[in-house]
């Protein structure tokens, strides 16, 4: 009977689009364009939208699941960049053709003015509606639903935009309730005590004179229950210590508070740090506690002066101040445990890479081994779960966990999510990106289709005419009329590149064998001036060979070839797209997908939404669109079912239903559940 059922489920996998995931004890749906596969327009809206690109929060009232989005944040970190090498002479317009011709147009170019869109999804109807689109540069990142209400957080890379609560009254009004500048989120936000909190900055703050040079005003808000418009501090930035100065409060990747949880009678409170994520707590101060101005006590429990968790809760004492591991940090309560889990700021590595690479290309001094070195080091630091132990205070690692990050390209751990006493862990995977900045080497062009290789010609045609069209005027006619025949050659060139099936793998060892030649070369000659008399000067002609040959190899940055050979061999073991775990014990994890249900766009999953019909969650998808899916866990198979007889044609070709465990039924369900159609399983409410 298991085999039969097992036969079923993966006939589901069958035609068109993969939009249906099943196992033997769940099923993950497609909903948002279902017949949309990789590489293709995507998005939550019907016909594709690649702009809001990121489904970082999901919230429910009533029918209604609320979908806060963020634009497209890969285009917006181009557009970022592209200004700081106007300087070398590039356009901007020259510029996405480099990021064409590395990504062959995976990154849409992005010049709208407006914000993003918070979308609803309507569970009986199925229909997707915008229903508000904020200003310019404003992106959301939170939705939560507390009473009859729906507040969403917004945030922005722009210090000129201010950031704000929105609320969603139950009437369908938005009405920005609290509003501040001087922060990059909104995003924090938890209940505790029968009120909602959320987290960030709070202008409203009167800063102490030898305090001015604080990034930003750091705060923890509590709504009042009777006016949704006043919003009271219960912790400033003189609760945070040292982490209020770090720079990193006011930068575009982080967020003054990263996460909010309650636990035990505490708000805990997560904060981003150079050193390493740190974890606070607070409540309403006890007698023998020090209040605050607020009447609120707040305490470090992971961080720079806390004795019991090193910052970050990194492996390294003392954390490891300059690198780009442990940043950030988030905290979220599972069965009554509080469990920790961290962020490597992989886009700053990616940034550092690419950049360098840029100057490398146009003749800078630049070793690979130092634009290199924060995505190596972060690649080599397994992201990680903790649980908390309430009796010695200590962050304990799951280690089972940690096992399954090793040697990944999991860069976060995006979210946690709890559903039928389960808990969810969903990841970042930067794979795809990583495997830009290496697709010679790692197989990755190799692999395409020829429409692809074709495609990513004509971005590179395009890019060198465009810098070749750039300098007209500069260049003589002489030189211009070669650049144009120089182009023609690549262009054959390239025709025959594309023909090529397979790359040597040993390509880049050679580079490395060669400079550990070179070294050894010099260790024989320094060998052979000490055992020579100098007679006729051999030990002086030997001395300037050894130095000729000892500058040469000093010009060959081995550290920078290692580093590369590590990252392109962990890049190309991996499955690119984010993974999604879960576990019941912290003990034993059950994988879901290593490889963004067959979307290597789908590089992480930023939000979790539990249902009575199943688990939401939504994905991050800079390239083509997020996407929404939907988990149900499927019903055990009664012990009797033994004797059914289904044939393959049964299954793909009447438009009749099944239950799960193989019975056809003589119309339309009349119960809400599970059941096969056609070749497809679907949730008939």
């Avoid at 070398?88 to 020259?94: A, E, R, T």
């Avoid at 310019?136 to 000129?160: E, I, L």
């Avoid at 636990?263 to 006890?286: E, L, M, Q, R």
């Avoid at 490891?320 to 700021?345: C, Q, W």
Wanted: include cysteine.
């Amino acid at each position: 009977m298991k085999k039969f059922y097992s036969w079923v489920l993966a006939a589901t996998l069958t035609c068109g689009a993969v939009n249906v995931y099943a196992q033997d004890n769940y099923t993950v749906t497609k909903i948002s364009n279902p017949d949309r596969g990789e590489r293709e327009v995507d998005g939550l809206m019907p016909g594709g939208d690649r702009e809001n690109s990121y489904t970082w929060r999901l919230a429910m009232r009533g029918d209604e699941i609320y979908i806060a989005t963020t634009r497209n944040i890969a285009s917006a970190l181009v557009n970022l960049y592209a200004p700081a090498f106007a300087a070398s002479g590039i356009s901007v317009d020259s510029f996405w053709s480099m990021i064409d011709v590395v990504t062959n147009g995976d990154i849409p170019r992005n010049d709208a003015n407006e914000g993003a869109n918070i979308i609803s999804y309507n569970r009986k109807t199925g229909e997707f509606k915008v229903i508000y689109t904020g200003e310019k540069a404003v992106y959301y990142r939170m939705a939560v639903t507390f009473g009859d209400n729906v507040y969403f957080g917004s945030y922005s890379a722009d210090p000129t935009v201010s950031q704000y609560i929105l609320r969603l009254d139950k009437d369908g009004n938005f009405t920005k309730v609290f509003e501040t500048m001087g922060s990059v989120s909104l995003r924090a936000n938890c209940e505790y005590d029968g009120h909602l909190f959320f987290a960030g900055a709070d202008d409203r703050e009167v800063v102490d004179a030898d305090d001015e040079r604080i990034p930003t005003k750091m705060a923890v808000l509590r709504k009042s229950n009777e006016d949704d418009t006043v919003w009271e501090r219960v912790a400033d930035y003189k609760d945070f210590g040292d982490v209020a100065y770090d720079d990193i409060m006011s930068s575009w990747a982080g967020a003054p508070i990263w996460e909010l949880a309650s636990h035990d009678g505490y708000i805990y409170a997560t904060a981003p740090s150079h050193a390493g994520f740190v974890i606070y707590k607070g409540h309403p101060a006890a007698k023998d506690e020090k209040a605050n101005e607020y009447g609120w006590y707040w305490e470090e429990v992971a961080g720079l002066n806390n004795g019991i968790n090193n910052p970050g809760l990194s492996d390294v004492v003392g954390g490891e101040p300059g690198t780009m591991r442990s940043l950030i940090g988030s905290v979220y309560e599972f069965k009554g445990k509080l469990y920790a889990y961290n962020f490597d700021h992989s886009f700053g590595g990616e940034a550092s890479a690419f950049a360098g690479f840029l100057q490398q290309v146009a003749g800078k001094d630049v070793k690979a081994s130092d634009y290199l070195f924060y995505m190596f080091n972060s690649l080599q630091n397994p992201q990680k779960v903790w649980c908390l132990n309430d009796e010695t205070g200590k962050f304990e690692e799951l280690k089972n966990f940690t096992k399954l990050m090793e040697g990944t390209t999991n860069e976060y751990i995006w979210r946690l999510g709890e559903y039928d006493g389960q808990l969810y862990i969903a990841t970042m995977d930067a794979g795809i990106f990583y495997g830009y900045l290496t697709q010679l080497t790692n197989g990755n062009f190799f692999n395409m289709s020829q429409e692809e290789k074709y495609s990513k010609i004509g971005y590179i045609t395009k890019a060198i005419q465009l810098l070749v069209d750039s300098k007209k005027g500069e260049i003589p006619e002489k030189i211009a009329k070669n650049l144009a025949a120089k182009l023609e050659s690549l262009k054959t060139f390239l025709d025959q590149f594309v023909e090529t099936e397979r790359i040597d793998d040993n390509t880049i060892m050679v580079l490395i064998n060669y400079s550990g030649m070179i070294q050894e070369i010099v260790s024989m000659i320094e060998s052979s001036i000490s055992n020579l008399p100098d007679a006729d000067n051999a030990q002086s002609i030997l001395e300037q060979a050894r130095q000729a040959i000892q500058e040469i190899y000093n010009k060959i940055d081995t550290q920078g070839i290692a580093m590369y050979i590590y990252i392109n061999n962990t890049v190309m073991i991996n499955e690119w797209g984010f993974d999604m775990y879960r576990t019941s014990d912290g003990e034993t994890f059950e994988t879901i997908t290593r490889n963004g249900f067959g979307d290597k766009y789908n590089y992480g999953c930023p939000s979790f939404l539990a249902t009575e019909e199943g688990l939401y969650f939504g994905t991050c998808n800079p390239f083509y669109g997020g996407q929404l899916y939907l988990l149900t866990n499927n019903p055990e198979l009664p012990e009797d079912a033994t004797d059914i007889h289904i044939t393959k044609a049964d299954v793909e070709n009447n438009p009749v239903f099944y239950t799960l465990s193989g019975q056809r039924l003589s119309g339309r369900p009349t119960l809400s559940g599970i059941y096969i159609q056609g070749n497809k399983k679907v949730f008939v409410k």
